[in-house]
């Protein structure tokens, strides 16, 4: 889906749904400034070779490190600063208005967030409650380059080598599911880079539990999307089923914002996101 679309979509929805506008209006800006950002990249990704891509995979150790993104302390930080500003334009509640001085504090918070919204097993993120005004800034400022490193990571990614909860390219949980028009396998979509990767159909891929009297699923009226609660953890993840959807033209990223309403009623019955 092109970006034209992307945006016209959201518009439509801000429409549609008035009592959401504002937010729709937010991620339509956010997806500008991702969108700006990746394509401005012109750098070249400097990359392990294949054996040694091969044993990281099966040794389930994330590809990316924070030292292969093409960050440049001063444009991160006024991306960073814009994207802060932004969500300030927006009024949505942060726990601290307080930003960082100058873009070597901005670099060195990307740094560090980058390794704290790593998901791998047995360590889980650190959660979004109570982020800072900055940790919510730097995240989404971050975004577009991990997007832009995972394009070019995961060509080079085994699919079924991998099978585990949390991003091959950057160690990140997945924050929304799609369950494939042939076969209804299920992919996972990392919430920091929008990496899609092959997981088990039953499962939860925040605590691992495949127990299936612990994990429930809801679907919606239409059958096109499921809300997965895991009783075992209290973690949920949407999901959308393209055998249901009847189109072929489908964003996961956009998926992940038109389905707000289905965080808000789990997170309503006490469930967390990733």
Known sequence: MTSTKISAALAQAAEDEPELAPLYLLYSRLW????QTQESITATLEMADEEALENRIKQGMPLLS????????????????????????????????????????????????????????????VPEEGLSLAQRATDLALRPYLAWAAERIMPHVEQDWWKRGYCPVCGGAPDFAVLDNDTGARHLLCSRC??????????????????????????????????????????????????????????????????????????????RAP
């Open 66 to 125: 924070f030292a292969q993104l093409p960050l440049e302390p001063a444009s991160f930080a006024a991306l960073a600063g814009e994207i802060a500003q932004t969500i300030r334009d927006f009024d949505v509640e942060v726990s601290d208005l307080t930003l960082p001085d100058g873009p070597a504090e901005w670099f060195a918070l990307a740094e560090r967030r980058f390794e704290e919204m790593q998901a791998v097993e047995g360590l889980p993120p």
């Open 194 to 271: 929008d990496t899609q990767w092959l997981y088990k159909r039953i499962g939860c891929p925040y605590c691992g539990t495949d127990d299936h009297t612990k994990i429930v699923y809801y679907p919606s009226d239409d059958e096109v999307y499921r809300l997965y609660v895991c009783q075992e953890c209290q973690h949920y993840l949407k999901a959308i089923d393209l055998r249901k959807a009847g189109r072929e033209d489908v964003s996961l990223p956009l998926e992940r914002i038109f389905t707000v309403a289905m965080d808000m009623a789990a997170q309503s019955q006490g469930f």
């Open 32 to 35: 500008q400034l991702h969108e």
